[in-house]
């Protein structure tokens, strides 16, 4: 029998990237457990080394980790899913739209991180052949929008806070339902990071 605190550890949310380590969703501890000991995803530990089940299994959890009880002992519970073969992203996806690009970009410009005012910005400029896609467009301050001109951020000298990549209702919806993201989620979450906080 569980008791009601390990059936809430099994309810953790854990992040799950896909073979290219976008992040694809966000799972329970329940799941992740399931697809880790199916061999169908590896687990992550803080310094993001990848780990199938046994070599999981054979980590000691300290203390203030989050852990369940088994037959062999503590486990820990992953906070990072990796499914190393498969490399979709999901369906569903959100419509290109001047309001979304903004959603997607944490209402911040790309390139200097201001708030406020905020343009689209082609970082492959229209008349160098950059089309209208989530890789292309970017949310952009009016004084970045000035600076940058018909040019490209490395003519520009200007840099993108990240990549532009297409999202996925899946992640955005799905994170901006998760109180707490954590430090370790950072480096796959780009700007979707500061939905949370905006939608509250
Ligand atoms: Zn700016």
Request: aromatic share 8%; charged share 25%; with cysteine.
């Amino acid at each position: 029998m569980l008791s009601n605190s390990e059936r809430d550890v099994l309810a953790t949310p854990v992040l799950v990237l896909n073979k290219s380590y976008q992040a694809v969703r966000v799972t329970t501890a329940r799941q992740a457990f399931s697809l880790l000991y199916g061999a169908r995803a590896r687990a992550l530990d803080a310094s993001y080394e990848p780990h199938d089940f046994a070599a999981w299994s054979a980590i000691e959890p300290t203390e203030e980790e989050l852990a369940v009880r088994t037959p062999r002992g503590r486990l820990c519970v992953p906070r990072i899913l990796w499914l190393c073969d498969y490399n979709r992203v999901p369906r569903t996806p959100l419509r290109l739209s001047r309001r979304n690009v903004f959603l997607r970009d944490g209402h911040a410009c790309m390139y200097c991180g201001a708030t406020g005012e905020l343009t689209i910005d082609h970082v492959v400029p229209r008349s160098r052949g950059g089309g209208g896609s989530w890789e292309n467009l970017v949310a952009c301050c009016r004084a970045c929008n000035l600076a940058k001109g018909h040019r490209t951020p490395e003519e520009a000298g200007m840099t993108l806070r990240c990549a532009p990549v297409r999202p996925t209702w899946t992640v955005v919806v799905q994170l901006a339902n998760v109180d707490e993201h954590l430090p370790i989620w950072e480096p796959f979450l780009g700007p979707a990071r500061s939905l949370r906080r905006k939608a509250s």
